[in-house]
């Protein structure tokens, strides 16, 4: 019996077309530009900020958060959070809360900057959350030399497949968070802290040791320090948080406490799924508000217990 083979011919055409339909994948789809991200220096944009907290009055509990970008889609717009502070106390409803990005793994860098604590020094907020991959956790640079070269590329262009074929038959686009923050932008790199590809190790104390100044110089002037969680869906945080890595960590959340009295608010309230996330570790809006509940009402408590 004899089989039909396709032409070489044939099998050219698929390839060209296939290689067309990459290109016009990559060429339609472009990710939403997040209106919060500007290229200013930190004085600029904390100058901002100073001028929101004066404008406040006494009573207001003034909050900073500095984070990757699972700070700028784990927690809450300022619209939102005025939302849900209205179902709280009307004692506990003066909280101004404002967002940093940062989208480096740069911590030392970042703490050791004199701008960046001579502004807080300045601004002086009650209270400085930091987000915990920023803190405390580290990844192998060939890990993330290989990552992002190769497994970044592959995973970029099959969300841009995927993102295109939502739009083209489910007319739905991607997520974005349009809030009127104001962000550290110093260059945006690919963010592969929420990709479990990538291993996470506990941070070295010599790596955030030139950070050591300026969060002392903060601890010393009466502002309250904290590492703050964000969760993950619950199917990933149970892959990323071995034994070991988790008793890595414990170790430098102690080294913190002792060294600074900086506390390690670890999430512990009901376990988030990827039906909270839009990605694999970004929350999306129902996620971002329980998130941002637990964490209203842990300022909440510190609040309360300082009285």
Known sequence: MKINVPSLRIWAWVGISFFLIQLYVIAY???PKNGNTYDLPISSLLNDIKNEFINKNKTTYN???VGTSLVGNGVECPDEIASTLTLANSKTRNILLKKILYNHDKFQYLFSNKNLINELLLIKPDLVCIQTELAAIRFEETEIFFYTNLESYLENLARKNAAFFK???LNKKSESINCKDNYINSGVLTDTLNYIP???YSKKNEEIQSAF???NKLSKAGIKIVIVDIPRPLQVE???????FSK???????????KFGIEHWKYTKEPLYFKDFYDGGHLNKAGRHLFTKYLLEKIINEIENKK
Not at 238 to 244: A, P, V
Not at 248 to 258: G, N, S
């Open 238 to 244: 149970k892959i990323i948080y071995t034994k070991t």
């Open 198 to 200: 990538v291993k996470r």
């Open 63 to 65: 909050v900073i958060v």
């Open 213 to 215: 100044e300026g969060l």
């Open 248 to 258: 890595e960590l414990d170790l430098l959340f102690y080294m913190y406490h002792q």
């Open 167 to 169: 739009g083209l038959f």
């Open 29 to 31: 789809y472009k990710p």
